[in-house]
Every structure is written in structure tokens, then in C-alpha cells.
């Protein structure tokens, strides 16, 4: 079992920055991606972006340039960095750790609010 505790949510204005962290524990080697999920209000949970082990990344279009993931293998800790914030941006945030080669690795926080007031 793989454990993950997300911090870093809050309230920020239009146009300002948060910084989310993942904080991974538990059987970390059977996980070899690690990512971000958001879920707005009234819609379904989406994708934000994700980073493998090796450090490959995969951003949503709706926020490259403006998010940046990263993670910190000696901390088990995964990051990301939201600049620009916009009204859209509006959800809860979900971190995801699983393994790309099987389903059976699949965990989830139990995410952390982010809202971005116009």
C-alpha cells in the first residue's frame, strides 16, 4: 500500500500562486508515476499532470505554462507549482501514485481544495 497526504490548498486571488506537495509513504517501489488530478465543481475528475520516475513529464493544455510538476525522490515528495492562477483553476486537487504497467497500483489522496477568486 502506498500512502498519500497532500498540503499546500488554499484560497488566492486571480493571477496568484500556490504550491501543492504529495507526500508519499508506505511501498513506494511499486509505484513508477506520480502525478496531480483535479476535480471542479459539478464536473469530472481531470487530468493536471503527471511525472515518472525518471523524471518525464505530462501537462493538460490548460495549464502548460503556467504549472509546473516536480518531485523530490529522497523526500518521496511530489510537488506542483501553480502560477497564474485563474477562476478556472477552481477545484479540488487529487495526488495519484500508481505503476504504468498494472492497474493494481492505483492510490489516491484525499486531495486538498484550491480556490481562485476573480
Known amino acids: 500500500q502506498v500512502q498519500l497526504v497532500e498540503s499546500g490548498g488554499g484560497l488566492v486571488q486571480a493571477g496568484g500562486s500556490l504550491r501543492l506537495s504529495c507526500a508519499a509513504s508506505?511501498?513506494?517501489?511499486?509505484?513508477?508515476?506520480m502525478g496531480w488530478y483535479r476535480q471542479p465543481p459539478g464536473k469530472q475528475r481531470e487530468l493536471v499532470a503527471t511525472?515518472?520516475?525518471?523524471?518525464?513529464?505530462n501537462y493538460a493544455d490548460s495549464v502548460k505554462g503556467r504549472f509546473t510538476i516536480s518531485r523530490d525522490n529522497a523526500k518521496n515528495t511530489v510537488y506542483l507549482q501553480m502560477n497564474s492562477l485563474k477562476p478556472e483553476d477552481t477545484a479540488v486537487y487529487y495526488c495519484n501514485a500508481r505503476n504504468t504497467y498494472s492497474t493494481r497500483y492505483d492510490y489516491w489522496g484525499q486531495g486538498t481544495q484550491v480556490s481562485v477568486s476573480s
Open positions: 508506505g511501498s513506494i517501489f511499486m509505484v513508477n508515476a
Open positions: 511525472i515518472t520516475s525518471r523524471g518525464s513529464t
